[in-house]
């Protein structure tokens, strides 16, 4: 059996839209059998929330789609992860360039915006939920949940040649 691959959902803070995505993509990997095909975890650029659960209204919003994203726990994004993970898939423009210049020489993962390498080539960007209300969460929920839907097909069709 091949190795899993390792993808980390990136964000601001780990607190919204990665935990989300996280919990998204592992739900449908289970669902579909390929729990043990891919590795995923999440982190945030930034150090504000370090060790504190997901918002509250994203671990509502989750929950309301059959998904409990409440035993993660925020963390930064480092270095090593840069070695440790195939694929760092960032919420936004932002993101992806903090997550690129804080990359060390020679990094083996690559990084992209999640939703185009979902597949979304319309929509780049997974707008951020924090200032806003639960309609915001449940877009960014359908947002993270479609590129989750996504790279579980991605995933089954390699897993069949």
Known sequence: MPAPQRL?????????????AEGALRARLH?????MAVEVDSAGVGRWHVGNPPDPRAITCAARHGVDIAGLR??????????????????DASVLQAVRAAAPAGARARSALLLPWGGFAART????????????FEHVWT???AAAAAIVARTAAHAQR
């Open 8 to 20: 980390l959902m990136v964000c601001l803070g780990n607190i919204c839209r990665s935990p989300m």
């Open 31 to 35: 669902a579909a059998g390929l729990g």
């Open 125 to 136: 960007e997974i707008p951020d939920p924090y200032t806003g209300g639960m309609a915001d």
């Open 143 to 145: 947002l993270v949940d």
């Open 74 to 91: 925020a963390r930064q994004l480092r270095p090593a992860d840069h070695d440790a993970f195939d694929l760092l898939l960032c919420a």
